[in-house]
């Protein structure tokens, strides 16, 4: 199959309006987005949503969000003490989760 010229400009253009409408990916606004240790809880929550799980253990609150389907997903786990994040985590595929990584943290696979 082969491609209409114009067809592969459409093709480019999306793709550079794609690329040139993220430009928050960028890795210093990615740690400063995601650095909500010491931070409210309303703040990772305004990021992220409302959790789709929350747990206590031991007394801490920990919320956990999933992001991604089947086996590319993300888990990104916050401990809770008060109403402060107390810890922060993202595990899982490095794709998915690169974008809610904490400062200065590779990806552990699950």
Known sequence: M??????????AALALAGCGGMPSLSLQDVKARNDFKGKPVSVIIGRLGNPDLQQTISGQKFYMWRIGSGTQNCLISAGISGDVVDSYNATGDAAICSPYLPPAESVQAQ
């Open 2 to 11: 082969t491609l209409h010229p114009r067809n592969l400009m459409v093709l």
